[in-house]
Structures are given as C-alpha cells and as structure tokens.
C-alpha cells in the first residue's frame, strides 16, 4: 500500500510537467473507455432490469409498487453504476494494463526507457492514469442510464405499471447527490484500478510466469479494493 501511494504522489507530480502526450493518452482512453464499453452496457441493462423485476416482486407485497421506479434509480445511480462498472473495468482494462507493462518489464524495455532519459512514470503511467480517472466516470454515466432504461422496460412494458407514476415517482425521489456522489465513487476507483494494475505490471519478474502472476494480482487486489473502500466512501459520502 506504501509503494502503491509513493507510485500516486510520482504520478501526480509528472502529470502536471509538460508535455503530455496527448496521442498516448487519447489511446489509453479508447482501451479503457470504448473498449470496455459494450460489456458495462450489458452487465448494466440487465442489472436495472433484475432490479425492476425483483422490487416488483417484494413491494407487491405492501401494495408499492409504484416506489419501483426510485429504488432501481437510486440503487443504479448511487452503487451498482459505479461498482459493477470499476469491477468491468478492473478485470479488463487492468488485465490488460498489467500484462502489457509487465512484458516491457520482464523484457527489459521499461529499463531502455530510463536509459534514453525518458521517465516510465510519465511515458507509461500517466496516460493510464488520465485514462482511468476520466474513463470511469464517463462510463458509469451510461450505465446509470441504460439501467433506469432497464428498469423503466421490465416495469412499465412487462409488468404494466404506469409509465406516468414510474417517471414521477423517479424524479421525485431522485436527488443530484446521488448522481455525482456515485461518479466521485467512479473518480476514486478508475485512479485505483490504474495506480495498482500500474504497480503490478511495473514490478512483475519470472518471464511470462510472473506476467501472469502480476496481471491475476492486479485484478485480485483491484476488485478487492473497490469492494472495500465502497463500504469507506459511501459512509462518508451518503453517511447522515
């Protein structure tokens, strides 16, 4: 955790040193964000639309239906966006960012960086970096809406609940808190997934043996730590 901090403190400080390479960075941002983009699409529909499903079912029970609306939109909005998102983005793009800075590293390329004067902080980094702070959020923005989309199908062209109170019932109890407190949430683990997948692919060793063991670590420790700094983050965020 020490080195992973020292690693963001380097970062921050060579990110505001010009130039930025804004062709890597632009790069970067495809791999993270438009490649990532059909399976978070997907994973979101269905998870509005089972949520749908599932607070018909319970709050039919007491006659409330109509609350269906709100709590597919808070739930989307202010946890599942985000964190299903970052754990999309984790075993993907992280993967990949960890094979792909541990072959340099095993084949000694980052080394032929330093040698010829270029920072590998800056080169390398930093584009993941940008990459997963902006990508993240960018990304949980779709999928809070193709969720409530979701949920909006299963409750209102499936079930058949009235579309006017869904939609009344939606914006009323929905609040612009949850909204940018779940995307502070997709800001926090977009800068994780990229500083760890970073750090692992930056220290792997053993040839393609340790490759692979940094890019399983990378996607372990990552989704472990969007898990637990969830429970930290939405007690400060959303705590009354």
Not at 26 to 47: C, D, H, R
Request: hydrophobic letters at 50%; a neutral charge.
């Amino acid at each position: 955790m020490g080195r992973v901090m020292l690693l963001l403190c380097e970062t921050i400080l060579w990110m505001f040193r010009p130039p930025l390479n804004l062709k890597n960075i632009l790069k970067q941002m495809q791999e993270v964000g438009v490649s990532s983009l059909p399976v978070v699409l997907i994973t979101a529909t269905f998870t509005g639309m089972v949520l749908a499903l599932q607070s018909y079912t319970g709050f039919k029970r007491f006659g409330a239906e109509g609350l269906m609306g709100s709590v597919v939109a808070l739930s989307m909005t202010r946890e599942l966006g985000p964190v299903l998102t970052s754990l999309i983005v984790a075993g993907r793009a992280g993967a990949a960012m960890a094979a792909e800075l541990g072959t340099m590293k095993v084949t000694e390329q980052i080394d032929a960086l330093a040698t010829m004067a270029a920072n590998p902080t800056k080169h390398l980094i930093v584009p993941r970096f940008l990459a997963g702070l902006f990508m993240l959020p960018s990304l949980t923005v779709l999928a809070d809406m193709v969720g409530i989309i979701g949920g909006y199908f299963v409750g209102v062209v499936l079930l058949g609940t009235n579309p006017t109170t869904y939609v009344k019932r939606t914006i009323d109890y929905l609040e612009l808190s949850d909204i940018y407190n779940g995307l502070i949430k997709a800001c926090f683990f977009g800068m994780a997934i990229a500083l760890i997948s970073c750090y692992k692919g930056f220290t792997a060793e053993g040839g393609a043996e340790g490759v692979g063991k940094a890019t399983t670590g990378a996607v372990v420790i990552s989704s472990m730590t969007i898990l637990i700094s969830d429970y930290f983050l939405t007690a400060w965020l959303f705590g009354e």
